[in-house]
């Protein structure tokens, strides 16, 4: 027998999962819209025309396969700081942001749990109910406790503010609060200017530590700017704030794991410090990471022409959503004869729509219609075409009712 007989099944990842299972289905009509995951309208995966400019750049210039140093390629830190906080920020020029490469969000907040695990013990994380599938996962492997802030109301399909500012007024002095920058996964309910600056008077009074995960930036409103407007918020009132990034989504570069994370403290001193702490996690964990995406986000970001060029196609793809999402609404409200409102959708941003379906209602979705989803009623419209917009909301109409 073998010595691993006690090693069982692992259930299948909840969001990853689905895209298992959609490649089974041998159905023509099927429709994934799990992974967050960006499609063009004929639903194939896109890669940016100045994704393919800065590899072609940098084949000509060669590249050798030297280690990055711990802490990653330093050309990506320093534009991965400044496109988050704004290259003219006081944070940035007075030394104060402890920046690390991170394999993509995932591994940034990895790191992040870690430096927590080792320097508050005891500390929790508050996360949003629900929040993204995977923020559970990374702090109960790094073994830092975490409870949950309300934040979607079922009754009204919008943001529980009072439940929220409520929750984050009740924990413990100190916990970290970790936020979603924009394009709140999965409900795509972002707060309002005037509600964020609540939650950073709650936080900021309960002595909290505010935590951002930024996996969409540019990608919600099209704006790299508006996009990190909270994170801004927060560093322009002197907080000290941990920042998690990925570059997954906004310069699709999903499969090549690069991100960051940023530490801004109220010293130089302080933060590098921090940043020597963040290299002793990451050594024994990956050692350094990888440096093709490194390299192209510094290359797309050093160079004007292809800056710019990033900025019109992150608002190509947030505009294809929107009209997706619009289509979509359209669509609902056009068949759907029982007079619900679906005017919700309208008011989501982001990738995703939170359609209320519930989990057999979402199985329903699956098993009859060959809509792939998160069984949370989560549905990302980046998989969606305009094409498709009637079937689904057939689908969805009788699934609901
Ligand atoms: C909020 C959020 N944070 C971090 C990540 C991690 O992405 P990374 O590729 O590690 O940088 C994702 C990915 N979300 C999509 C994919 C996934 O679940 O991994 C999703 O929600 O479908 C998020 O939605």
């Given at each position: 027998a073998s010595r691993f007989e006690g090693v069982s099944m692992a259930p299948p990842d909840p969001i990853l999962g689905v895209s298992e299972a959609f490649r089974a289905d041998k159905c023509d009509l099927k429709l994934n819209l799990g992974v967050g995951a960006y499609r063009t309208e004929e639903l194939q995966p896109y890669v940016l025309n100045v994704v393919k400019k800065a590899e072609n750049l940098m084949l000509q210039r060669g590249e050798n396969k030297e280690y990055l140093p711990i802490e990653g390629l330093a050309a990506f830190n320093k534009v991965t700081a400044e496109l988050l906080l704004g290259a003219d920020n006081p944070a940035i020029h007075e030394g104060r942001v402890a920046t690390v490469q991170g394999l993509s969000g995932t591994g940034s907040l990895r790191l992040a749990a870690a430096l927590i695990e080792r320097y508050f013990p005891g500390a929790k994380v508050l996360i949003s109910s629900p929040t993204w599938g995977n923020h559970k996962n990374i702090f109960n492997d790094a073994r830092v406790p975490w409870s949950e802030y309300r934040y979607y109301d079922p009754k009204t399909v919008g943001l529980d503010f009072d439940g929220m500012i409520s929750d984050i007024k009740g924990?413990?002095?100190?916990?970290?609060?970790?936020?979603?920058?924009?394009?709140?996964?999965?409900?795509?309910?972002?707060?309002?200017?005037?509600?964020?600056?609540?939650?950073?008077?709650?936080?900021?009074?309960?002595?909290?530590?505010?935590?951002?995960?930024?996996?969409?930036?540019?990608?919600?409103?099209?704006?790299?700017?508006?996009?990190?407007?909270?994170?801004?918020?927060?560093?322009?009132?002197?907080?000290?704030?941990?920042?998690?990034?990925?570059?997954?989504?906004?310069?699709?570069?999903?499969?090549?794991?690069?991100?960051?994370?940023?530490?801004?403290?109220?010293?130089?001193?302080?933060?590098?410090?921090?940043?020597?702490?963040?290299?002793?996690?990451?050594?024994?964990?990956?050692?350094?990471p990888p440096i093709h995406g490194a390299k192209i986000v510094a290359n797309v970001v050093g160079d004007p022409t292809l800056f710019n060029e990033w900025k019109e196609e992150m608002e190509l793809m947030a505009g294809r959503i929107k009209t997706v999402r619009q289509k979509l609404f359209d669509s609902l409200s056009a068949k759907d004869k029982s007079g619900k409102d679906w005017s919700f959708i309208l008011k989501q941003?982001?990738?995703?729509?939170?359609?209320?379906?519930?989990?057999?209602?979402?199985?329903?979705?699956?098993?009859?219609?060959?809509?792939?989803?998160?069984?949370?009623?989560?549905?990302?419209?980046?998989?969606?075409?305009?094409?498709?917009?009637?079937?689904?909301?057939?689908?969805?109409?009788?699934?609901?009712?």
């Open positions: 924990a413990p002095e100190g916990s970290f609060i970790l936020l979603h920058g924009c394009a709140h996964n999965p409900t795509g309910i972002d707060p309002t200017p005037g509600q964020w600056e609540k939650i950073a008077d709650v936080i900021q009074e309960k002595n909290h530590i505010p935590f951002f995960d930024v996996a969409y930036q540019g990608f919600a409103s099209g704006s790299l700017d508006e996009d990190a407007s909270s994170v801004r918020l927060f560093v322009a009132r002197g907080m000290e704030v941990l920042v998690a990034q990925s570059y997954s989504k906004n310069l699709g570069l999903y499969s090549e794991r690069i991100g960051a994370m940023n530490v801004v403290c109220s010293s130089s001193d302080v933060a590098v410090r921090v940043k020597s702490q963040l290299k002793r996690i990451a050594r024994p964990m990956y050692s350094n941003i982001g990738m995703f729509s939170f359609t209320g379906l519930n989990k057999a209602q979402s199985d329903n979705m699956t098993d009859k219609w060959h809509v792939y989803m998160t069984k949370d009623g989560r549905i990302s419209l980046a998989g969606l075409s305009l094409a498709k917009c009637e079937y689904l909301a057939d689908a969805i109409i009788d699934s609901y009712h």
